[in-house]
């Protein structure tokens, strides 16, 4: 055997090592140790039309104790609307590492080149220094829906002209009209005939808006809160339950008016306590910050947020006695007209 085949053989052996090795995913030296937590972002598309939906998936690879604290995107992310998010339940990777994921459903209205900015994150852990995280930039192109050459547009077509379209059969729809109008005559008669014997249709009382409240406080107790969609719609929910029991007990148009402007007409409340304005001024902020901000609470701010609802619904209470209500009214009325 010569030098040369010998040679031959040694750089054969030592280049199927070699692709062996990479093949492993083992370098050749000491393997590099991952840093405690790691933030990545990307999209499903970079190129989309007005009106799709674009994934935008945010995920979190930490070690087992390492805590990450994400800054999570705000209700518009540079230019686009977030339409729906969510987020996957933690798994465990083969290395033992956690995974987290959470996605953001994005759309744009208008053409143009977006830039997704660059996530942050913070982590810290047990043992050692934290630190921060980071992701890159994501450039997304929105391209029209129409063609940018107009005249490849063959589906537009001129209106046609009006033709005159003849009825000899007009009286069929007269007939038609004129059964109509009996059988809505006899409806209304048959009404009238059920009606009270003095005349006066039967009078419903209406539900008070403390047991409406309770009510409907209960019905939302029972809502699926692992459900993202049905956690946001709980928020928007027992904030209207709560503002309709303003209204309904208080007199103030709370339904038809924001936060703020609710906020600036409390003090003229004479029926509602100093302590209690600010319970309600409390449940509304942490309410809207959920519904606008799109911040995602954790269970404990869940349940706090019920019984900030019915703490307030159960202490400003009406009255048992009949007199008690009637001598607040008139004083309430005219502080709320002085106001």
């Known amino acids: 055997m010569t030098l040369r085949s010998i040679g031959a053989r040694v750089a054969v052996a030592f280049a199927a090592g070699t692709l062996v090795a990479c093949a492993s995913g083992e370098p050749a030296g000491d393997a590099e140790m991952k840093p405690p937590a790691e933030l990545r972002a990307a999209v499903d598309r970079t190129v989309a039309t007005t009106g799709d939906l674009i ?3 945010v995920e979190v690879e930490r070690d087992p104790g390492v805590e990450v604290e994400l800054d999570e995107p705000g209700a518009d992310i540079a230019g686009f609307r977030i339409v729906d998010l969510g987020r996957a339940p933690a798994e465990t990777l083969a290395s033992g590492r956690l995974l987290e994921r959470r996605w953001y459903e994005l759309r744009a209205d208008l053409v143009g080149a977006y830039v997704l900015p660059a996530l942050t994150a913070t982590y810290s852990q047990p043992s050692g220094p934290g630190g921060d995280l980071e992701t890159g930039e994501i450039s997304v192109e929105v391209e029209s829906v129409l063609p940018e050459d107009r005249s490849e547009a063959t589906d537009i077509r001129d209106i046609k002209p009006l033709r005159r379209i003849d009825t000899p059969a007009s009286w069929l729809l007269w007939a038609g009209l004129a059964l109509a109008a009996v059988a809505l005559g006899l409806v209304w008669w048959w009404w009238w005939r059920r009606r009270r014997p003095d005349g006066s249709a039967p009078e419903v009382p209406p539900v008070p808006p403390y047991d409406l409240a309770i009510r409907e406080l209960e019905r939302l107790r029972r809502t699926d809160f692992s459900d993202l969609r049905e956690l946001r719609r709980y928020y928007f929910d027992v ?11 208080f007199g103030l148009n709370a339904t038809d008016l924001t936060t703020e402007e609710i906020l600036g007409r409390l003090d003229g409340l004479v029926r509602l306590e100093s302590l209690q304005a600010r319970r309600l001024e409390r449940f509304l902020v942490a309410t809207d910050q959920v519904k606008f901000a799109a911040r995602l609470p954790v269970p404990e701010e869940i349940e706090r947020t019920y019984e900030q609802a019915l703490g307030f619904v159960t202490a400003t ?8 209500d009637e001598s607040e009214g008139p ?3 005219q502080t709320e007209k002085a106001a």
């Open 239 to 249: 904030s209207s339950v709560i503002r309709a029991y303003v209204e309904g007990r």
């Open 317 to 324: 209470r009406p009255s048992e006695d009949p007199e008690d």
């Open 55 to 57: 994934t935008y998936t």
């Open 331 to 333: 004083a309430s009325d």
